[in-house]
């Protein structure tokens, strides 16, 4: 079975870091490009991250670049986001989504989440 | 950036009516469009790819249409089990991804 499992989410106070991490398994991993997608309570969603098969290249919304940083261990199957200077705004649920192939930026496989609230 | 905007922003309708969900792009973004149906405390799920190749595993109900800046999401015959958000997301400029905000389809 295709899964995708995220991890890490705490309740951080403002201008904190945090590590979120999502663990795959049931397919080829680093034969696909993974996204970060958060959606804030009761909002839409918002496309935070993408990182290609192999790590070589990484992509950031305009609202997380210079804050946040995604990267892979193709070895253990497994996806981050490091999370840096933290804002209320960054409060949300976070997931990770396999991408159909090498940066489509279709998403196919998505985990159930993990949540970081950003509160003092 | 490239806007999405859906319409309506909720819809109420009834078990066994035709829907048609409509989502607008702010420049043209050819026919990559993708259509996301995400249930209460549930992840999104991936329906329609490329404004109208329906993803494995989901009923043929559903459809979709468009290319250019107007593209539509059908749902045939509603089924209990179809009342959800949906959101719709342009993947033309990836890496710079962006979703429409949402139509939520509520039971009449």
């Known amino acids: 079975e295709v899964q995708l499992v995220e991890s890490g989410g705490v309740v951080v106070q403002p201008g904190g870091s945090l590590r979120l991490s999502c663990a795959a398994s049931?397919?080829?991993?680093?034969?696909?490009?993974m996204h970060w997608v958060r959606q804030a309570p009761g909002k839409g969603l918002e496309w935070v991250s993408l990182?290609?098969?192999?790590?070589?290249?990484?992509y950031y919304a305009d609202s997380v670049k210079g804050r946040f940083t995604i990267s892979r261990d193709n070895s253990k199957n497994s996806l981050y986001l490091q999370m840096n200077s933290l804002r209320a705004e960054d409060t949300a649920l976070y997931y990770c989504?396999?991408?159909?192939?090498?940066?489509?930026?279709?998403?196919?496989?998505w985990g159930k989440g993990t949540t970081v609230t950003v509160s003092s | 950036d490239i806007q999405m905007t859906q319409s309506p922003s909720s819809l109420s309708a009834s078990v066994g009516d035709r829907v048609t969900i409509t989502c607008r792009a702010s420049q043209s973004i050819s026919s990559y469009l993708n259509w996301y149906q995400q249930k209460p405390g549930k992840a999104p799920k991936l329906l329609i790819y490329a404004a109208s190749s329906l993803q494995s595993g989901v009923p043929s109900r559903f459809s979709g249409s468009g290319s250019g800046t107007d593209f539509t999401l059908t749902i045939s015959s509603l089924q209990p089990e179809d009342f959800a958000t949906y959101y719709c997301?342009?993947?033309?400029?990836?890496?710079?991804?962006?979703f429409g905000q949402g139509t939520r389809l509520e039971i009449k």
């Open positions: 997301q342009q993947s033309y400029s990836t890496p710079g991804i962006t």
């Open positions: 049931g397919f080829t991993f680093d034969d696909y490009a």
């Open positions: 989504a396999k991408d159909i192939s090498h940066s489509s930026g279709i998403m196919d496989v």
């Open positions: 990182i290609s098969w192999d790590g070589g290249s990484t």
